[in-house]
């Protein structure tokens, strides 16, 4: 479209989005000026907003919530233990963890990534071992 075709009805009064038009270029979604705008609803205080997935702030001393942190603490020292050696046993126990504390709205996304690290490291170097123990079964058997 070209930048001089105008929309029809542009410069005439009649809707725009169902909305009847005062004047010419009056646009209903343009803010009201101030001494025409309404007072706003009050919102009623008797629950505090609460953000979705997150336990609220009388949770916070709950049995739950210090399961759910122990469980997101021990996910990321079982995927740091894991990433330095033994990752195929510690790698399945910090993802393990990690479910245990999302399932107790936690995010323990830094356990779970390095406990899928680990437990891929691990398998590589298992199979890096046994290819390296067969080519070795292999060549001195000549």
């Known amino acids: 479209m070209p930048f001089w075709a105008v929309p029809a009805g542009y410069f005439s009064t009649g809707e725009i989005d169902g909305q009847q038009c005062k004047a010419v270029g009056d646009d209903p979604r343009k803010p009201e000026p101030p001494s025409s705008r309404k007072a706003p609803m009050s919102y009623s205080s008797n629950?505090?907003?609460?953000?979705?997935?997150y336990p609220n702030v009388q949770q916070n001393n709950s049995r739950e919530f210090f399961r759910g942190s122990?469980?997101?603490?021990k996910s990321v020292i079982f995927g740091v233990i894991?990433?330095?050696?033994?990752?195929?046993?510690?790698?399945?126990?910090?993802?393990?963890?990690?479910?245990?504390?999302?399932?107790l709205h936690h995010?323990?996304?830094l356990g779970k990534v390095l406990g899928w690290i680990d437990t891929i490291a691990g398998v590589l170097s298992i199979l890096v071992f046994v290819l390296i123990a067969i080519a070795a079964a292999s060549g001195s058997g000549n």
Do not use: H
Not at 70 to 73: G, N, Q
Not at 82 to 103: D, M, Q, T, W, Y
């Open 82 to 103: 894991g990433f330095f050696f033994l990752g195929i046993v510690f790698g399945p126990l910090a993802i393990s963890n990690a479910r245990k504390a999302e399932a």
């Open 107 to 109: 995010s323990a996304t």
């Open 47 to 53: 629950q505090p907003y609460q953000y979705p997935n």
């Open 70 to 73: 122990k469980f997101k603490e």
